[in-house]
């Protein structure tokens, strides 16, 4: 992911305190990861992710499907940030 907008990224981490990155494949070496260079980097900051977790993926049924199944869907990105808004 280049290149990466770091400034941004850490005006977001100043502002909110937690990043969490939402991506449609494995979130080892994505999004997740490059955003979690620059926090550490530049702003520490509390990250979470909603990715696919390692493991293969699949083709051959509605992609509104899979998200579902990987948890990667709306209602998955909604759980996760309400559970960090209770915190």
């Not at 530049?42 to 199944?69: C, N, R, W």
Request: aromatic fraction near 8%; charged fraction near 30%.
């Amino acid at each position: 992911i280049k290149p990466i907008d770091i400034d941004t990224i850490v005006k977001c981490a100043k502002e909110t305190g937690l990043i969490i990155t939402c991506e449609d494949h494995q979130w080892q070496c994505g999004l997740f990861g490059a955003v979690a260079e620059v926090t550490a980097l530049y702003q520490p900051v509390k990250m979470d992710y909603i990715a696919i977790d390692d493991t293969f993926g699949e083709s051959g049924i509605i992609a509104s499907q899979l998200m579902s199944k990987y948890q990667i869907d709306r209602d998955a990105i909604y759980k996760k940030v309400k559970k960090h808004l209770k915190k």
